[in-house]
């Protein structure tokens, strides 16, 4: 049933085909980076000598920081080390096809050059430099699309934007300073709306994306219009669901977790970070092997999702060393075998086939989680790709295959040697080689006719 919302968004009005023309790129992207980075990067999980629990990001909210204290934070941020060049050539060796950044996080602090409020990084901090202008122009040098992140909603430094304490989403009046108190509406006019129409104007054909977050009660219908009537004056534009009012967007947002059975039919994106905290915290080195994060890409996109995968700068501008080579890595297995990640769709063979069946245990004999699959599968047209996480012993069998097999070989290998196949209608044997090409993931291609 059609929702009636105040204004028309053009998820609303557009054609089947129009949308497919709008999502395209993205859904054929299957792999992006998010970029947290702020003030917060400062205190880095740490404030009065105390570490604070949750994610860096919210320190501000966690510590119930006082809105002069946190934005004394500007001044002293002069994150000279950062360097667009080197992070959009990070996200390109990663294999990532598009960057979101975080234009303003709650903390309300715009990370852009802005007109219409000063507590931003070239206004209020001695580095003066706008990041999202220099990503803007590094990103289109090297062929990758660039999104900016708002916080629509919440803003805990300006008076009026909606500011509660953690777990109290629906009370927005829950304040811990009188410098928060004031009236939405003034916010939305005078910083929210019109930071998104210097988002959407200021930097050419960029953004591609905006990523709203975490609407509260504030977020009516009828203010959530106002954002859709601007959002509506750049028909390219992708955005998610998190706007608020009754608007559902273009996509669905799990947060750090890949949902079962994906989202089918719709588009999806799971976003992630690589330790615990989404912006940078000094003592967090709880990191996710590559096995995991390669893993869990190919998970993903074997049920036809995108994986935005978060980096954390710190205050100098420098993407922690434990991202970088965990980014490097996974790019290194789809130099060779992005083929069978990229522009693919879904499994033919259910959410559930190829999930963990024998139990590896770690050094410490605990059951070891990597993700949880044997294997995992992807397709295209003429193609079914296995993306082998365990190597069997024996020839490696697929039951229910829709489609007839040609050929077979692993992707990874130059050669292309054939394998033997053995096929009686849906059941498939392949005769692999004695070792797997790659310890995460080797790659299984059968050439397939319907
Ligand atoms: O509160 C934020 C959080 O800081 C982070 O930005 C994530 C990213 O998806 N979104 C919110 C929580 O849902």
Request: net charge negative; proline share 7%; with cysteine.
């Amino acid at each position: 049933k059609p929702v009636h919302h105040p204004v028309a968004a053009i998820q609303d009005t557009e054609t089947p085909a129009q949308r497919d023309a709008r999502m395209a790129w993205w859904r054929d992207a299957r792999f992006g980076m998010f970029i947290h980075w702020g003030l917060y990067s400062i205190p880095a999980g740490t404030w009065d000598g105390k570490q604070i629990p949750s994610i860096g990001e919210w320190i501000m909210n966690n510590a119930s920081i006082p809105v002069a204290d946190y934005k004394a934070l500007a001044p002293k941020f002069n994150p000279v080390g950062f360097n667009a060049h080197d992070i959009v050539a990070l996200a390109k060796s990663a294999g990532m096809k598009y960057i979101v950044i975080t234009a303003k996080h709650h903390d309300g602090f715009a990370m852009f050059d802005s007109k219409a409020n000063s507590f931003n990084i070239v206004a209020a901090t001695p580095f003066k430099r706008d990041p999202l202008r220099e990503l803007a122009e590094e990103c289109r040098k090297q062929g990758m699309k660039l999104g900016f992140y708002y916080s629509q909603d919440q803003d805990w430094t300006a008076s009026g934007g909606s500011a509660y304490k953690t777990g109290n989403h629906d009370s927005p009046t829950h304040h811990w300073d009188k410098a928060q108190d004031g009236d939405f509406d003034t916010y939305l006019h005078t910083k929210a709306i019109p930071q998104l129409k210097e988002l959407l104007t200021n930097y050419g054909d960029f953004p591609v994306v905006i990523w709203f977050d975490t609407p509260t009660a504030n977020m009516t219908p009828e203010r959530a219009g106002e954002i859709v009537a601007l959002l509506n004056q750049h028909p390219n534009l992708i955005w998610n669901n998190r706007l608020g009012g009754t608007y559902k967007g273009d996509t669905e947002t799990p947060e750090q977790y890949i949902p079962p059975q994906g989202y089918p039919g719709l588009d999806w994106e799971s976003c992630m970070t690589m330790n615990d905290t989404w912006g940078y915290k000094s003592y967090d080195t709880n990191f996710k092997s590559t096995e995991t994060l390669l893993r869990n890409l190919i998970d993903i996109a074997s049920k036809g999702g995108n994986y935005l995968l978060n980096i954390g700068p710190d205050s100098n501008g420098i993407v922690p060393p434990p991202e970088a080579e965990r980014l490097k890595a996974v790019g290194q297995w789809l130099s060779l075998n992005g083929e069978a990640v990229y522009g693919t769709s879904p499994t033919l063979f259910g959410s559930e086939a190829g999930k963990f069946s024998a139990t590896e245990k770690d050094s410490k004999g605990k059951p070891k989680f990597i993700a949880s699959w044997d294997w995992r599968s992807t397709t295209k047209v003429d193609k079914v790709y296995v993306e082998i996480f365990k190597w069997p012993n024996g020839p490696f069998h697929l039951e229910k295959m829709p489609r007839t097999v040609k050929r077979a070989y692993l992707l990874a290998d130059a050669e292309k040697k054939l394998l033997a196949v053995k096929q009686d209608g849906d059941m498939v044997d392949i005769q692999l080689p004695a070792n797997a090409a790659d310890p995460i993931a080797t790659v299984l291609v059968l050439e397939t006719v319907k």
